[in-house]
């Protein structure tokens, strides 16, 4: 009998996330990993140029990280979280601080963006509940990603695929992505809204905008809006679960921003692609409102895997990578290797736009196109087609790779995107 493939044995009893089967019924079958290289099952090789969604930015299979964990795995694999503590998170709370924007003081641990997301929504309400000015509305930014659990689904302003969820979010309202023209009536708006003083927590992904096709905006007028909102106690939440750990130039996006947020959201490369895990971190005035002689103002938040001893060893020895001078040498390296890039692709006749943040590179094609369209598709076939995984969305084809990416992977991305032109 002949051995089935993965793609067919896949079909039978898996539902993939995002989606239709009908539509797209085989998944392809991936075997190995190892520093920026995907391998399917028969061998062929890609260049993982979103570095596995934003998560593997130190290479896979990193021989480094592999060797901390496995031999965490030997000493202590996973313990309750509440009533326990352990080594890896405590070193972990200690060295992240470390790096953290300055006012941040306390981490609370959770196994994905969206629950990330989501505890720091439930600690923005509480947070005026607990002080007995309940507030019960949250502020977002237009075109947001957030995550997909309810309340991260609510703050989304991406909600194509939202339609049989949405009479049971919580209450969001939206403002546009700040920019120099804008900000001065979206701060009058704000000013007038304000005087409701229902406004609890306003979350925004700082500087870039991964889901909306990586749009960048100016840090000068979001913090701006993130003084006005602080000055009549709106708790500012920055999720930084696709930005954070060196992708915008900086360690985390907020460090380009004058003003810092009252809560952190951090996931994605925080465990470097090994394993999932999430935290919020936030102020001390933040964390102060919870404690409390009275038992219910604690935040009852828990996930069972919380602050899983494998997953704090692995964002540990991430850590140690980011901050070694090696990884911020490829950081750099790979932040000019796009410049240059930039400098002949952008003259392209049917490049819209580019745009560029750290080592996150964009461009939009000059053509008319819905999200997940025909053009789309077969922009993914040819990059794959030639050994480069790429996802574009709709018309904006983004790189965001592994920092470890040498310089012949890199190039040979910019020549599957050149070619992928004709396509158009
Ligand atoms: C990916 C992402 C999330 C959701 O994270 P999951 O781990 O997929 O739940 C939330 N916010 C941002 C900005 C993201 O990029």
Redesign the pocket.
């Known amino acids: 009998m002949r051995l089935k493939n993965l793609s067919e044995r896949d079909q039978k009893h898996i539902w993939h996330p995002l989606t239709q089967h009908k539509l797209h019924p085989k998944m392809l079958g991936i075997v190995k990993a190892k520093g920026a290289l995907l391998f399917d099952e028969k061998g062929k090789e890609y260049i993982d140029g979103i570095s596995s969604?934003?998560t593997s930015v130190y290479g896979h299979c990193n021989n480094f990280i592999l060797e901390r964990v496995g031999r965490q795995m030997q000493q202590l694999d996973q313990v309750v979280f509440s009533g326990f503590t352990h080594e890896p998170a405590v070193q972990l709370s200690e060295e992240l601080i470390q790096i953290l924007p300055g006012n941040q003081a306390k981490l609370f641990f959770s196994d994905?963006?969206?629950?990330?997301?989501e505890i720091g929504i439930k600690m923005a309400l509480q947070y005026h509940f607990n002080k007995s000015g309940r507030r019960n509305v949250m502020l977002a930014l237009e075109n947001g990603?957030?995550?997909?659990t309810f309340g991260?689904m609510s703050v989304s302003g991406l909600s194509v695929y939202n339609g049989p969820f949405e009479d049971f979010f919580i209450d969001v309202e939206r403002i546009p992505v700040p920019t120099r023209d804008n900000v001065a009536d979206i701060l009058l708006q704000l000013e007038n809204r304000l005087k409701e003083n229902n406004i609890a927590g306003f979350i925004y992904?700082p500087l870039v905008q991964?889901?909306a096709a990586m749009k960048m905006y100016d840090s000068r007028p979001l913090s701006r809006i993130l003084d006005l909102l602080q000055s009549h106690g709106v708790l500012t939440i920055a999720?930084e679960?696709?930005t954070g750990f060196g992708k915008t130039g900086t360690h985390f996006a907020s460090d380009q921003i004058g003003t810092k947020p009252d809560i952190i959201?951090l996931?994605?490369a925080l465990t470097a692609g090994l394993l999932p895990m999430?935290i919020t971190s936030c102020s001390q005035e933040v964390y102060d409102a919870f404690y409390s002689d009275e038992m219910a103002k604690g935040l009852f938040h828990a996930h069972t895997y919380s602050a899983n001893p494998l997953a704090c060893t692995a964002a540990l020895a991430g850590l140690e990578l980011l901050l070694s001078e090696e990884m911020q040498s490829n950081i750099q390296r790979v932040v000019k290797s796009h410049r240059e890039f930039d400098k002949e692709i952008g003259q392209h006749p049917k490049v819209a736009r580019t745009r560029q943040c750290g080592v996150i590179y964009a461009l939009d094609i000059d053509t008319e196109m819905e999200r997940y369209g025909n053009l789309r598709d077969r922009l993914f076939d040819h990059f794959m087609d030639n050994g480069v995984f790429l996802r574009p969305l709709g018309n904006t084809i983004y790189i965001l790779a592994p920092y470890v990416i040498t310089h012949e992977q890199l190039q040979k991305i910019y020549g599957t995107i050149r070619s992928s032109l004709d396509l158009v």
């Open positions: 969604w934003y994905n963006g969206s629950t990330a997301t990603f957030h995550g997909d991260a992904e991964g889901a999720d679960v696709m959201c996931s994605k999430a």
